[in-house]
């Protein structure tokens, strides 16, 4: 059952509030597409990980000199640590650029049933129309996300300090990617900058990182995660209705 709208809610609440909405019936015919982009492009990044990783391990067999055997201990690792942050950014890369006119018009759509008003986007043609725009949105949030996941990376790489960090500070990076990345389609909505939508999470940081957290830890769960879209889309609109609409969706600027 959907919980009750309350600016005090935390982020983990309005994550699970997306599991109720994406049940709702005027909403049930906007979650299938992005569930479709989710499972397609998955199954097929998953034949392309394991077929690379077979070359992968085959390659490092042949050019380490039998005497070195035992670094194959170090190397895989890293190797396989290395190929998974490689395909999880490329396909969650692809899918979320895929699928974003699609969440941008379930955030829509949730935002009409919680509101009851519509967002007067247009028809069909302006939202081809506006197809630029949106894809102009996804690559400001990859140069965001760029180099800050090669920062992080790099970290790793620093001897057991490093290491030793490595897997709690890239957890807490991707939970704040969590939240940019689905917080931004209501935002978008109603034309807010990027640089606006991320310092309204940042005025509001523990609902947008345990909303984060909820996202990346449900997204790590086989069978489940192929539902986090659709569930995160609706959960950050809860959350942009209750935490933000009234200060944003009266505004007029030109995207960035």
């Known amino acids: 059952m959907l919980s009750t709208p309350n600016a005090a809610k935390s982020g983990i609440q ?3 509030d997306g599991f109720s909405l994406i049940r709702r019936p005027g909403l049930r015919r906007f979650v299938v597409v992005p569930l479709l982009v989710n499972l397609l492009l998955f199954s097929g990044a998953l034949v392309l990980a394991v077929n690379y990783l077979s070359e992968l391990m085959h390659w490092v067999d042949k050019s380490v000199p039998s005497w ?3 670094i194959s201990f170090v190397l895989w690792p890293l190797v396989i640590l290395a190929l998974l ?5 490329v396909f969650s890369s692809i899918m979320n650029w895929i699928a974003a006119p ?4 379930l955030a829509e759509k949730v935002e009409q049933l919680l509101t009851g008003k519509p967002l007067n986007t247009g028809g069909a043609m302006d939202a081809i129309k506006d197809l630029p725009r949106v894809f102009g949105r ?4 990859l140069k965001y996300y760029l180099p800050r996941a090669l920062l992080v990376l790099i970290l790793f790489f620093i001897p057991l300090v490093g290491q030793t960090l490595f897997p709690i500070i890239w957890f807490l990076f991707s939970a704040w990617m969590m939240a940019v990345q689905y917080c931004d389609y209501p935002f978008d909505n109603h034309k807010v900058p990027f640089n606006d939508m991320k310092f309204a999470l940042k005025q509001t940081k523990g609902s947008s990182m345990s909303f984060g957290v909820a996202a990346t830890l ?13 569930v995160a889309i609706c959960g950050a609109t809860a959350m942009w209705v209750d935490k933000y609409r009234e200060v944003y969706r009266n505004a007029r600027v030109a995207p960035e």
């Not at 942050?85 to 950014?89: C, M, Q, T």
């Not at 996804?138 to 949030?141: G, I, R």
């Open 14 to 16: 309005y994550f699970m």
């Open 68 to 70: 070195l055997d035992w």
């Open 85 to 89: 942050v490689v395909f999880s950014f």
């Open 102 to 105: 699609f969440n941008g018009l």
């Open 138 to 141: 996804e690559w400001q949030k």
């Open 218 to 230: 449900f997204s790590m769960i086989p069978i489940v995660n192929f539902i986090v879209m659709p």
